[in-house]
């Protein structure tokens, strides 16, 4: 969780406390654009920030999205859990002996916890022999295993909580009043020109901003060398 929550991308907002960091901080849902030079986002804060994509990549259609979500739940989930699964046998079954060491523990505990090793029954089973132990030290223990057996199985659960998805929409807009509909990426920012020094146009002439900045490349130069100086009395004005 601490590396987690210390390489969690964060944006316009800082870091949250430590040692989780971005994980729990306010984060920022940009829609893919820019508004006026500012992020059009929404600011998701608290604990719901937990659930909110960092990082999303590409666009894909829904049966590749599910395709990869499906994937990942069946590679990645189930093969950490059971990397945890065996890791969790090992340190329960060593646990389970040191009690059997200094305390009686009936049979039905050792079968499920180290011939079966974490499962739904084991859970069951630590259960009932926490209400019958005497042992405050095997009853701590137990309830350990417990509650690490119970994260054992929700492994998966939690790494499917990692991955989503977000639904894209195409915004239209009508430019004339007259149903004439087109994508608003199909839109650019431009001037409207409404004449010149001299003229006024009946209809305001929509140009790209490239024009204005050929226009002021050909006109600065000439501004800047034909500005009017005082002259020196030795020198002479063309």
């Known amino acids: 969780m601490a590396v987690l929550g210390y390489f969690t991308p964060m944006t316009y907002q800082p870091n949250g406390a430590y040692p989780y960091y971005g994980v729990f901080a306010a984060k920022s849902l940009t829609c893919g654009d820019d508004v006026e030079f500012e992020p059009a986002n929404s600011t998701i804060e608290g604990f719901?920030?937990?659930?909110?994509?960092?990082?999303?990549?590409?666009?894909?259609?829904?049966?590749?999205?599910?395709?990869?979500?499906?994937?990942?739940?069946?590679?990645?989930?189930?093969?950490?859990?059971?990397?945890?699964?065996?890791?969790?046998?090992?340190?329960?079954?060593?646990?389970?002996?040191?009690?059997?060491?200094?305390?009686?523990?009936?049979?039905?505990?050792?079968?499920?916890?180290?011939?079966?090793?974490?499962?739904?029954?084991?859970?069951?089973?630590?259960?009932k022999e926490i209400v019958s132990v005497s042992s405050k030290r095997s009853k701590a223990l137990f309830v350990y295993i417990l509650l690490s057996t119970a994260y054992i199985l929700c492994i998966p659960m939690f790494l499917g909580a990692m991955t989503g998805y977000d639904s894209?929409?195409?915004?239209?807009?009508?430019?004339?009043?007259?149903?004439?509909?087109?994508?608003?990426?199909?839109?650019?920012?431009?001037?409207?020109?409404?004449?010149?020094?001299?003229?006024?146009?009946?209809?305001?002439?929509?140009?790209d901003t490239s024009v204005g900045t050929l226009r002021y490349d050909y006109i600065y130069p000439r501004m800047s060398k034909c500005e009017s100086t005082n002259p020196s009395p030795h020198s002479s004005k063309i």
């Open 48 to 127: 719901e920030a937990l659930f909110v994509l960092d990082q999303t990549w590409g666009r894909y259609s829904f049966a590749t999205v599910k395709t990869i979500d499906v994937v990942w739940d069946i590679f990645f989930g189930r093969g950490v859990q059971m990397v945890a699964w065996w890791v969790g046998y090992v340190v329960f079954s060593n646990a389970l002996l040191r009690v059997i060491e200094r305390h009686p523990a009936s049979f039905r505990i050792f079968q499920r916890i180290a011939l079966e090793g974490p499962s739904l029954l084991s859970l069951w089973t630590l259960c």
């Open 168 to 207: 894209t929409s195409i915004a239209w807009m009508d430019i004339d009043n007259s149903n004439n509909i087109v994508p608003t990426s199909a839109v650019v920012y431009s001037y409207a020109i409404l004449g010149t020094p001299n003229t006024t146009f009946d209809e305001p002439v929509c140009e």
